[in-house]
């Protein structure tokens, strides 16, 4: 087994030094104390810092982080190393425990893009055009927009949600992108996008990518699909931050690039270091935010707790429930254009 210090060295040894790693395993044996004493859970996204993966009971993307959410037991504190979405949207899956945002700087400017009664007012003015609409809305957004949705989906079942959504005609909030990838594999309906984006995959430019395939002639392009068109349309795969690891793994392929944002590639590098992974990725300030003394400091005074009234959790509910019955849980494999196995 792999010391802290040699995992975290595989990330970037200039910044993971004996001095900076050596505090950080007596806070992680402090965090570990704190969950069994507080009966907590800790979930956390893969963008997250490599450290905090070293606590996390859960570690996935949104979906897998969605349903872990509903797996939790008798865990009575969940604590989401996340950004505020998710964490809301653990809350509204288990109202019952008290959930966790150890630091409010953990928000999304993605789903900052869409509010409540901005949805509503669209929704308005689309059904006197299409009065059939339905809204599909990203699970990356509030629970309020989530509550005017019909269903939620995430970057792995977005494809599958829509085609199997009864209207013809479907509102998709709020990543532009997301909604031309879906529009892409679902041409038999009619798609309206939002026009929010997350700006650190819009900052992702094809030259950029041209540039290491030019560099790197062999390797494997691992796009996430809030990429601009430009860039996925480069992509041997276009898929969600578990699916490009879960690539990496089967895949025959030695050297890749996983194009989003870069805690997928600190992740990739500690779960995969036999093979190669090159960057050509951008960091979130956002999941960036949490620290492990925040997570410290949020078991030890119930820092931030998430809360949501009923009306607006109930209706945000049955969205995040019509994407599980939709898609029964699974992933979406239309994310993944050539499948590992025609390599
Ligand atoms: P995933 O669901 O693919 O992990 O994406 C979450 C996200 O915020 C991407 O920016
Ligand atoms: Fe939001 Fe983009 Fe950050 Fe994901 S990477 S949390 S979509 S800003």
Same mark, same amino acid.
């Given at each position: 087994?792999?010391? /802290?210090?040699?995992? +975290? &060295?595989? $990330?970037?040894?200039?910044?993971? @030094?004996p001095e900076v790693v050596s505090p950080m395993e *007596? %806070?992680?044996?402090?965090?570990?104390?704190?969950?069994?004493?507080?009966?907590?859970?800790?979930?956390?996204?893969?963008?997250?810092?490599?450290?905090?993966?070293?606590?996390?009971?859960?570690?996935?993307?949104?979906?897998?982080?969605?349903?872990?959410?509903?797996?939790?037991?008798?865990?009575?504190?969940?604590?989401?190393?996340?950004?505020?979405?998710?964490?809301?949207?653990?809350?509204?899956?288990?109202?019952?425990?008290?959930?966790?945002?150890?630091?409010?700087?953990?928000?999304?400017?993605?789903?900052?893009?869409?509010?409540?009664?901005?949805?509503?007012?669209?929704?308005?003015?689309?059904?006197? /055009?299409?009065?059939? +609409? &339905?809204? $599909?809305?990203?699970?990356?957004? @509030?629970?309020?927009?989530?509550?005017?949705?019909? *269903? %939620?989906?995430?970057?792995?079942?977005?494809?599958?949600?829509?085609?199997?959504?009864?209207?013809?005609?479907?509102?998709?909030?709020?990543?532009?992108?997301?909604?031309?990838?879906?529009?892409?594999?679902?041409?038999?309906?009619?798609?309206?996008?939002?026009?929010?984006?997350?700006?650190?995959?819009?900052?992702?430019?094809?030259?950029?990518?041209?540039?290491?395939?030019?560099?790197?002639?062999?390797?494997?392009?691992?796009?996430?699909?809030?990429?601009?068109?430009?860039?996925?349309?480069?992509?041997?795969?276009?898929?969600?931050?578990?699916?490009?690891?879960?690539?990496?793994?089967?895949?025959?392929?030695?050297?890749?690039?996983?194009?989003?944002?870069?805690?997928?590639?600190?992740?990739?590098?500690?779960?995969?270091?036999?093979?190669?992974?090159?960057?050509?990725?951008?960091?979130?300030?956002?999941?960036?935010?949490?620290?492990?003394?925040?997570?410290?400091?949020?078991?030890?005074?119930?820092?931030?707790?998430?809360?949501?009234?009923?009306?607006?959790?109930?209706?945000?509910?049955?969205?995040?429930?019509?994407?599980?019955?939709?898609?029964?849980?699974?992933?979406?494999?239309?994310?993944?254009?050539?499948?590992?196995?025609?390599?």
């Amino acid at each position: 087994m792999p010391t /802290l210090l040699e995992k +975290l &060295q595989r $990330v970037d040894p200039d910044y993971y @030094t004996p001095e900076v790693v050596s505090p950080m395993e *007596a %806070c992680l044996e402090r965090i570990r104390d704190l969950k069994r004493a507080r009966n907590a859970v800790i979930l956390a996204h893969n963008y997250q810092r490599p450290e905090i993966f070293e606590v996390a009971d859960f570690l996935g993307d949104s979906l897998g982080l969605s349903l872990d959410a509903t797996r939790v037991g008798d865990a009575e504190v969940i604590v989401f190393c996340g950004v505020h979405f998710m964490a809301e949207t653990a809350k509204i899956l288990n109202p019952a425990k008290r959930v966790l945002l150890p630091n409010l700087a953990a928000g999304c400017s993605l789903a900052d893009t869409a509010t409540g009664p901005a949805v509503r007012a669209r929704k308005e003015e689309l059904r006197d /055009l299409h009065p059939d +609409l &339905q809204v $599909v809305s990203y699970v990356n957004t @509030t629970a309020e927009v989530k509550a005017e949705s019909d *269903a %939620c989906c995430t970057s792995s079942n977005a494809v599958s949600v829509v085609r199997a959504m009864e209207s013809r005609t479907i509102l998709f909030i709020p990543d532009q992108n997301l909604a031309r990838h879906v529009a892409q594999h679902v041409p038999e309906k009619t798609i309206i996008a939002w026009d929010g984006y997350c700006y650190v995959h819009h900052q992702i430019t094809a030259d950029s990518i041209i540039a290491m395939r030019t560099q790197f002639p062999g390797i494997q392009i691992l796009v996430h699909p809030e990429c601009r068109d430009d860039v996925v349309a480069l992509a041997d795969a276009s898929l969600s931050t578990s699916g490009m690891v879960e690539f990496a793994k089967a895949s025959r392929a030695q050297e890749f690039l996983a194009v989003t944002e870069c805690g997928l590639s600190d992740l990739l590098q500690i779960q995969v270091p036999e093979k190669t992974f090159y960057r050509a990725c951008k960091i979130c300030r956002f999941m960036k935010a949490i620290s492990l003394e925040d997570v410290e400091e949020s078991l030890k005074q119930n820092r931030f707790e998430i809360t949501i009234d009923e009306t607006t959790r109930e209706g945000a509910k049955q969205a995040l429930t019509k994407m599980f019955e939709l898609t029964g849980g699974s992933r979406d494999n239309l994310a993944l254009p050539r499948s590992v196995a025609d390599e």
